[in-house]
């Protein structure tokens, strides 16, 4: 899980890092990566994780949750 609670905002400068390193690495997230719940509780960081999603999908099932209930019962889903 990844939360972003304490995060105001993102530049776009960080946005395309994030693109960069999850077309770097995504073969090695599709081998250790089962899912991820992105707890997002601000709009403006939402809006750009939305936008690296778009740009870069993931390796793995991943969703925006806006409680930590939500983005842990999301990844609890698929654990063994």
């Known amino acids: 899980m990844i939360d972003t609670q304490h995060i105001d905002k993102i530049s776009m ?14 073969s090695a997230m599709k081998t250790y990566l089962r899912a991820t719940g992105v707890l ?3 709009q403006a960081v939402k809006s750009i994780m939305e936008f690296v999603i778009s740009m870069q999908p993931p ?5 925006i949750c806006e409680t930590m209930m939500d983005a842990w019962n999301f990844v609890s889903n698929y654990v063994e």
Not at 59 to 63: D, F, I, K, T, V
């Open 40 to 42: 997002i509780t601000n």
């Open 13 to 26: 400068k960080v946005a395309y890092a994030m693109i960069k390193w999850m077309r770097a690495n995504r």
């Open 59 to 63: 390796a793995a099932p991943l969703q």
